[in-house]
């Protein structure tokens, strides 16, 4: 997917700080210069997408207000653009949700519903656009579609 909308794959590639180092926090699943965060989550269950909201306001916050977090941001940048960015301030969150039909606000769980207006809030605050979209998986090869050997929908595939 990173390949695909021009950006750098981030995908499990943390940067740790002091508030945050037992795991570390993964920015973002795809970064697209100069400042898109995209976070790309299954939308099978509330559970994932409350871990997609979180991810995005965790991530954003940190790279937004803390000295330390920015720093381990840019040194990843221009490592993973070899050198060709210095820096990437944080305008946009794109959260993609994966599911195999439009996410609508209809089609959302009430506690995602929820969820979703509190971390647009706290995102605005940090003076960033915020967008959720939907990621649909390709359609089966007819030959795929034949021997029923289409891959299922990965989203830690970027």
């Not at 021009?6 to 940067?15: A, E, F, P, Q, S």
């Not at 969150?93 to 195999?100: E, F, R, T």
């Given at each position: 997917?990173?390949?695909?909308?021009?950006?750098?794959?981030?995908?499990?590639?943390?940067?740790?700080?002091?508030?945050?180092?037992?795991?570390?926090?993964?920015?973002?699943?795809?970064f697209v210069a100069p400042g898109t965060l995209v976070h790309v989550k299954r939308g099978r269950r509330s559970s994932d997408l409350s871990h997609l909201l979180a991810q995005g306001l965790v991530s954003t916050d940190a790279l937004s207000r803390d000295e330390n977090a920015r720093i381990a941001w840019r040194k990843r940048i221009e490592e993973e653009s070899h050198g060709k960015l210095k820096d990437a301030e944080i305008k946009d969150?794109?959260?993609?949700?994966?599911?195999?039909h439009p996410i609508?606000?209809?089609?959302?769980?009430?506690?995602?519903?929820?969820?979703?207006?509190?971390?647009?809030?706290?995102?605005?605050?940090?003076?960033?656009?915020?967008?959720?979209?939907?990621?649909?998986?390709?359609?089966?090869?007819?030959?795929?579609a034949a021997a029923g050997t289409q891959e299922p929908f990965d989203s830690s595939t970027k």
């Open positions: 997917m990173a390949e695909t909308i021009g950006g750098y794959c981030l995908d499990k590639k943390v940067i740790k700080t002091p508030l945050h180092s037992r795991g570390g926090i993964e920015p973002c699943d795809v969150v794109i959260l993609a949700i994966g599911k195999d609508t606000v209809d089609s959302l769980f009430t506690f995602t519903k929820v969820n979703l207006v509190k971390q647009f809030d706290a995102l605005r605050y940090l003076d960033v656009q915020v967008r959720v979209v939907t990621v649909i998986p390709p359609s089966p090869t007819p030959s795929q």
